[in-house]
């Protein structure tokens, strides 16, 4: 067994799109309206979905925004380097809400940053 995705309902589908790729640096890997249930699916990821993990954007065509659920988490993506990858982020207006440092309770480096919907996104430094 293996994760295959993780669902986001969003109510902006193309901003949602244009800051998990071109922010986050993601491919659009398949997009599908489905006329009958009033809805588009979008799956992005860093590759395949064969081999990956992929995040699944839902938009629902009647609904244009959503109450993030207080039971939610977060995605969490590895990176080599944080402060580059926050820097970076920023320059291409993403919301760094939190800066890359300790975990409050460990020495792993994490930083967050918010997507257009407002779920939150979990940077940890991987490499180096």
Avoid at 56 to 65: F, G, R, V
Avoid at 84 to 108: E, F, L, N, Q, Y
Wanted: net charge negative; hydrophobic share 40%; glycine share 12%.
């Amino acid at each position: 067994m293996r994760l295959l995705h993780t669902m986001l309902r969003v109510g902006d589908l193309e901003a949602s799109i244009r800051f998990y790729c071109e922010v986050l640096g993601m491919k659009l890997l398949r997009k599908q309206d489905y006329p009958d249930g009033k809805f588009t699916l979008a799956f992005v990821g860093y590759g395949g979905e064969s081999d990956h993990s992929v995040i699944e954007l839902t938009h629902n065509w009647d609904t244009s925004a959503y109450t993030i659920g207080d039971a939610y988490g977060h995605i969490a993506i590895g990176v080599d380097d944080i402060y580059a990858t926050c820097d970076a982020i920023a320059a291409k207006g993403g919301k760094v809400v939190r800066a890359p440092g300790a975990m409050k309770h460990g020495s792993t480096v994490i930083a967050f940053v918010e997507d257009p919907t407002g779920y939150k996104v979990e940077l940890i430094q991987v490499g180096k």
